[in-house]
């Protein structure tokens, strides 16, 4: 009898502690996040032009129709490097590249004001801060720049509407936050269990997912499906330091392909658009070396392809592994053009291969090319021979692939074809896919928002992204010390805390 009236007691309790903490609705973390951009756009109401922070979250992202940029002056210019956000004081972008018509690339610092007058208002004009600064980014052409460099407008050239890119934009500076503070949230998000942890950051990162399809949809609309593809896989494979020349590169392939008869010639193309062959061939190469085999095919394709030469400059090596180096990751890429099928082998995969543990071997299988005679068994161009061969694509850049780029283009693409299964098995596989390889911005984030107490292992990769994702919608719009930070009355309001 006892026994029973304990088991009893025991699963009233159970359900009473369920009914204190309801279940977390469906639309519940995009809800929180309208609410938050709502209020960003109430303080921005006031002004007649768009937040200044706005005009640089599109300038990072380069949210725009690359190839139509032209200046006030009605030069083209290309963005071969955006530059590095700097939150200090300065020009808004150091260390961009860009090229002018038909100019040679040129390095400096880029500025951004919403109005041309700016530049003396700012004092920008006696500044020696601002002597690097070779181009004015404007919102707006209402009068000529004060700056005396070549002057760009914003508003000519965003990739869609205003209002959409108001929805879009990114937040705020990236901190770097002291391992020894929390966050304000860390205490409320301790109280949820791990189900309802695990919810919220699936949440998170559907709305993550679905971003980035949206990306993939808008560069569709201006080059079809398998070069927005193409320059989502290059952009992946550049890195965080590379990001952008890779995309360069990417948008140079339609003519780069364009009677490429084999892999050596497509890798020549690549390696040398990129500035990575010598402008003379050595002396010492020998008939069959690498290099010189290389050189026999792109002498006859430089004069071509000069005009959209990379400087070598634009490139960042600085602490990558020899496996991550840029003329590594090309080789790969040659590969899959060479093969004449990618997407196609991409959507036989998608099609075919059944969701479950088994489906990160099958993309990666499906994406690792054959040994290569020279990148199977050399780290760089004329770098010595290994002992053994090496894969030219690992498990972990696999899943970055998938996560990033190759789930949310079929999601995108099933999307626009209205083929609801398909984006449903699109985002299946996304939410189940394996946990991805860890870093420093993910340690400290679970440090600072979930304790650094490993109170909830993160099981999937979505689940990182979806932390992520909260990084980047909330931590980044405050600072180290959560000032005026909503997330944490939100997560207590849902849990009746």
């Not at 921005?44 to 922070?53: K, L, N, T």
Request: net charge neutral; hydrophobic share 40%; proline share 7%.
């Amino acid at each position: 009898m006892y026994v029973c009236l304990n088991a009893f007691l025991t699963l009233a309790l159970a359900g009473l502690k369920s009914l204190a903490v309801p279940a977390l609705r469906p639309d519940l973390y995009a809800q929180w996040r309208a609410q938050q951009e709502a209020r960003s756009l109430l303080r921005e109401r006031d002004s007649p032009h768009p937040p200044e922070r706005l005009l640089q979250s599109v300038w990072h992202h380069q949210r725009l129709r690359r190839d139509e940029l032209r200046t006030l002056d009605g030069q083209p210019v290309r963005v071969l490097h955006p530059g590095f956000w700097n939150h200090g004081a300065g020009p808004d972008f150091r260390g961009a590249v860009l090229q002018f018509a038909h100019e040679e690339p040129r390095s400096g610092d880029v500025e951004i004001d919403l109005l041309p007058q700016n530049w003396e208002a700012h004092h920008h004009l006696d500044n020696p801060d601002f002597a690097g600064v070779i181009l004015h980014v404007l919102w707006t052409a209402g009068a000529a720049s004060a700056s005396g460099r070549p002057a760009l407008a914003l508003c000519d050239f965003l990739d869609v509407p205003l209002a959409e890119m108001h929805s879009w934009a990114a937040s705020g500076a990236s901190e770097s936050w002291p391992e020894s503070l929390r966050g304000a949230c860390s205490a409320p998000l301790s109280q949820l269990d791990a189900g309802r942890t695990e919810e919220l950051l699936r949440q998170a990162a559907l709305v993550r997912f679905q971003r980035k399809a949206r990306e993939f949809e808008t560069r569709a609309r201006h080059a079809g499906w398998d070069q927005a593809l193409w320059e989502g896989m290059f952009r992946a494979l550049g890195y965080k330091q590379n990001v952008w020349a890779m995309q360069r590169v990417a948008e140079l392939l339609p003519s780069l392909r364009d009677g490429a008869g084999s892999l050596l010639a497509l890798q020549a193309r690549l390696l040398g658009v990129s500035g990575f062959l010598p402008e003379d061939l050595p002396p010492a190469s020998q008939p069959g070396d690498y290099l010189r085999v290389l050189w026999d095919h792109w002498w006859r394709d430089r004069d071509h392809f000069r005009a959209v030469l990379l400087p070598k400059s634009l490139w960042r090596m600085h602490g990558l592994r020899p496996a991550n180096k840029p003329q590594r990751r090309l080789a790969l890429a040659s590969h899959w053009l060479a093969s004449g099928d990618c997407p196609a082998k991409l959507e036989r995969w998608f099609t075919t291969a059944p969701p479950g543990p088994s489906t990160e071997a099958s993309l990666l299988a499906c994406l690792q090319p054959a040994l290569d005679d020279h990148w199977s068994w050399h780290w760089g161009i004329d770098s010595a021979r290994q002992r053994r061969p090496q894969p030219l694509l690992g498990e972990s850049r696999a899943t970055d692939l998938a996560i990033n780029i190759i789930l949310p283009w079929f999601w995108a693409r099933a999307r626009a074809g209205k083929n609801d299964a398909l984006a449903a098995a699109a985002e299946e596989r996304y939410l189940a896919w394996p946990v991805a390889q860890d870093n420093s911005l993910l340690r400290l984030a679970r440090h600072r928002l979930l304790g650094g107490q490993g109170a909830i292992r993160l099981k999937t990769a979505s689940s990182q992204q979806g932390l992520l994702q909260i990084i980047h919608d909330f931590c980044d719009q405050s600072n180290s010390l959560c000032a005026d930070c909503t997330f944490p009355d939100l997560v207590r309001s849902c849990c009746g805390l």
